[in-house]
């Protein structure tokens, strides 16, 4: 295909080049709406189409920053970019205290910006909580308090609760693989603060890091969740996206 598109740009120059460019992109992608990553059986299906088009989606943003960076496809092939769920199939608790208490440092966090709402008694539990060292004598108190917690973190009232925004490609995202396995069901938060503490030592696909900040979602509530509506304003994007090589193509036949 490259070779072909080489031809094309020597042969023929650069407008029958950019549209046989835009012709290929627009056979190899299908429309988001028709794409879910499983089926009602449970069954894994359009794994290849949904990771295409999250990769176009991540070359498009790439030409849309302000730097004009160049997309980094040697980076895409030697990581082995993958599919990572933003809100997890399978949520992972903290299990470990230390766990618990990064876990913890991110909640009181967004609690102290006020994007998220806590009781006092909680905010005050959460202060003694990261204050404390495990022993085996409170260890039934320790892990009583941290349920109440997490109890009120799950509490959101717009959370994924159906398989089609669970399985939307609206919850899908690339990650290269050491990354995917490091975040892997964790909680949305826990995931975005690994992601961030990332940067610079690694490459984030530009989308990604701007899912995990929300840049997507019209009107962010909370960075400790991730929303059925955060699925839908990103599935729009990936929408938008799509119609925008679809209709290029339409307008340089």
């Given at each position: 295909c490259i070779f072909n598109w080489l031809q094309c740009f020597e042969k023929e120059g650069i407008m029958k080049f950019k549209q046989?460019?835009?012709?290929?992109?627009?056979?190899?992608?299908?429309?988001?709406?028709?794409?879910?990553?499983?089926?009602?059986?449970?069954?894994?299906?359009?794994?290849d189409a949904i990771h295409s088009l999250l990769l176009l989606h991540?070359?498009?943003?790439?030409?849309?920053?302000?730097?004009k960076m160049r997309f980094p496809f040697h980076l895409f092939?030697?990581?082995?970019?993958?599919?990572?769920?933003?809100?997890?199939?399978?949520?992972?608790?903290?299990?470990?205290?230390?766990?618990?208490?990064?876990?913890?440092?991110?909640?009181?966090?967004?609690?102290?910006?006020?994007?998220?709402?806590?009781?006092e008694e909680?905010?005050?539990?959460?202060?003694?909580?990261?204050?404390?060292?495990e022993s085996n004598e409170e260890k039934g108190a320790l892990d009583e308090h941290f349920?109440?917690?997490?109890q009120a973190y799950l509490a959101t009232p717009n959370a994924i609760d159906k398989a089609e925004d669970l399985h939307s490609v609206g919850n899908l995202c690339l990650l290269p693989k050491a990354l995917n396995i490091s975040v892997s069901n964790h909680p949305f938060a826990v995931k975005r603060n690994i992601l961030r503490q990332k940067v610079g030592a690694a490459y984030i696909p530009i989308?990604?890091?701007?899912?995990?900040?929300?840049v997507f979602s019209a009107h962010p509530a909370s960075y400790l969740y991730?929303?059925?509506?955060?699925?839908?304003?990103?599935?729009?994007?990936?929408?938008?996206?799509y119609h925008f090589y679809v209709s290029s193509k339409a307008d340089n036949p």
């Open positions: 046989q460019l835009l012709g290929d992109i627009s056979k190899s992608i299908k429309d988001p709406a028709s794409l879910v990553y499983k089926n009602a059986e449970g069954k894994e299906v359009n794994r991540n070359v498009y943003r790439t030409m849309q920053s302000p730097e092939f030697k990581e082995e970019w993958e599919l990572e769920h933003i809100y997890p199939q399978h949520p992972k608790v903290p299990e470990k205290w230390e766990e618990r208490k990064e876990w913890l440092k991110n909640v009181s966090e967004n609690v102290e910006k006020g994007i998220i709402a806590f009781p909680l905010k005050s539990t959460i202060k003694e909580l990261l204050n404390q060292t349920q109440s917690i997490l989308a990604t890091r701007e899912v995990f900040n929300k991730w929303e059925a509506t955060d699925v839908q304003d990103y599935f729009k994007e990936l929408c938008a996206t």
